[in-house]
């Protein structure tokens, strides 16, 4: 089993998502950590961030 996150908008469009994490937490911590460089990033526009959520796939994991 593998992990992956998805970051949405507060409209619920998917701004990133990212897989292939061996546990859920190190999926959460990834999530947070892109969350806040997307929302500390010096945009034109800046990225509405809205929640992170974890999910889980069924193929192996291929980060520790």
Do not use: C, W
């Amino acid at each position: 089993m593998s992990f992956f996150y998805e970051i949405r908008s507060s409209t619920n469009a998917v701004l990133k998502r990212d897989g292939g994490f061996a546990s859920q937490d190190a999926a959460k911590i990834a999530g947070r950590e892109d969350a806040k460089k997307m929302k500390n990033a010096r945009q034109p526009e800046r990225t509405d961030v809205g929640t992170i959520m974890v999910g889980r796939n069924a193929e192996k994991a291929t980060r520790h």
